[in-house]
């Protein structure tokens, strides 16, 4: 339930704590803004932290972390959906590693993910938990505080999970323990959760938006905003009761503003060193071919120096099991100065799907991307690049298909009309998602290239 500011108030006894251990705290050198104190003050064991972007919530993380960092054996963990995306540069672990360095009692032990107050034996863990599977990590692990950063971006059962393991540790068994769920909302099955159980339910949703943080320039970021797609807008802006609807995601206009002609492209190759060629592709592994079955679906880009993807061209059929491999093989050796790049998707399913494709196609060396489970996550990245000049379409016929796909996207299957389809969406997604990961890439061994005889 979405808190009425109006009507909180914080007694002596909370204020009393807040200058105990956030005021006089050495470890905290910022002074939170009025909504972060009272989502602070709050004694509910579980709350949701939530509104727009640039609200302050990485900054109210790491205060909240950090707040028990003096007690001794106080125990915290910091989650996010993929490893990279809890190290990164404005993060809640990168505010502490910031915050802590000074003190040479605190060890930042980057391959154990904790930090240690030697003085007290305080830790603050940080971890992930991507795939459903990953829960099992702290089966048996107890925290007095979880906060779990994007929380949107995970799955259902891992936020229900983490509820386990809040208890009590050995040395402080009695805490007030707290879990915080911190995010915007996003088109994912998290999303769902936290709407139902805080923003709509009976736990105490917490809202804060960008024009509530005294720290930052407003006007900044609203012209930021207004280069997000429609829906990736309404998710920053922290609207939960958004629905993605066909045509929210891509226009023509942004699309033909970054096509580039025969002529430009030749300049670009003049000009410019090609760092590598690649093919994304987007596979409908289906054993049989319905009337509303995906299409596998391919992109051809040059990638230059600069990081920089030119969209060169796309295809797209349909074709059963066994005809399907062949086919795929027979472009892949037909273009072997291009690298291929398959989409993994999350869960032990995607992992399968993946053992099979690499055993498939293994003369060719395929290189797997890692991706988020929501297509409209992907596509609203994708965008950004597209917006930021990091992908560009080279202007030919292929265009004419991918534009139906992209201003009708997300939408229905509607038989034998592929603009309906997302499978060319899907392929420049991909592209992106392996030019920017936001998830730990794969390991991958260097590129290969056979001829068959």
């Known amino acids: ?71 001794r054996n106080y125990r915290c963990l910091i989650l996010r959906s993929t490893y990279d995306n809890v190290i990164a540069t404005g993060g809640i672990v990168d505010y502490i590693s910031e915050w802590t360095k000074q003190f040479d009692y605190v060890e930042h032990n980057q391959s154990k ?34 906060i779990v950063d994007e929380a949107s971006e995970f799955f259902k059962v891992n936020l229900q999970f983490l509820n386990r393991s809040l208890r009590g540790t050995k040395g402080l068994m009695h805490f007030p323990f707290a879990l ?21 339910g009976p736990y105490p949703y917490f809202e804060m938006n ?16 207004k280069e997000l797609s429609p829906a990736d807008y309404q998710f920053q802006i922290g609207n939960w009761d958004y629905e993605v609807k066909s045509g929210d995601v ?3 206009d942004l699309i033909e503003s970054h096509t580039i002609s025969k002529q430009e492209y030749q300049e670009l190759l003049t000009e ?71 989409e993994q998707q999350p869960a032990a399913a995607g992992k399968i799907v993946k053992n ?11 290189q797997f991307i890692k991706v988020p489970k929501s297509k409209l996550i992907r596509a609203s990245r994708s965008v950004r690049g597209i917006n930021k000049g990091k992908i560009l379409f080279l202007k030919g016929n292929y265009l004419k298909k991918f534009i139906k796909q992209a201003i009708k996207f997300p939408q229905e299957h509607i038989t034998n009309d592929e603009s309906t389809h997302d499978d060319r969406v899907d392929t420049v997604s ?18 290969k290239t056979h001829r068959r005889i």
Do not use: C
């Open 1 to 71: 339930m979405k808190v009425d500011y109006n009507k909180l108030t914080i007694s002596k006894k909370q204020l009393q704590v807040i200058k105990d251990t956030i005021d006089n705290n050495q470890f905290i050198p910022i002074t939170p803004y009025a909504k972060q104190m009272y989502a602070i003050a709050d004694q509910h064991k579980r709350k949701l932290i939530g509104g727009s972007a640039y609200s302050g919530k990485s900054i109210l993380g790491a205060v909240l972390a950090l707040q028990h960092f003096k007690v």
């Open 113 to 146: 993910r904790v930090f240690i107050n030697h003085k007290t034996n305080a830790k603050i863990y940080y971890s992930y938990m991507l795939l459903e599977k990953d829960k099992e990590k702290f089966k048996s692990r107890a925290y007095h505080k979880i």
């Open 180 to 200: 915080y769920y911190i995010s915007n909302p996003a088109d994912a099955d998290g999303s769902t959760y936290l709407k139902e159980r805080f923003v709509e």
């Open 210 to 225: 960008f024009w509530d943080n005294p720290y930052i320039n407003r006007k900044d970021y609203l012209e930021n905003l």
């Open 250 to 252: 891509f226009d023509y």
């Open 272 to 342: 410019h060193d090609v760092l590598q060629q690649v093919m994304t592709w987007d596979i409908a592994a289906t054993d049989k071919i319905k009337k509303y079955a995906d299409y596998t679906a391919y992109s051809k880009s040059t990638i230059f120096q600069e990081k920089i993807a030119v969209i060169t061209n796309q295809d797209s059929f349909k074709l059963k099991p066994g005809k399907l491999e062949t086919h795929m093989s027979l472009i892949m050796n037909s273009n072997q100065e291009y690298e291929n790049w398959i």
């Open 356 to 366: 099979y494709w690499e055993k498939e196609f293994k003369e060719y060396n395929p």
């Open 430 to 447: 991909l592209l992106h998602e392996g030019l920017y990961p936001q998830i730990q890439p794969t390991r991958l061994h260097k590129r």
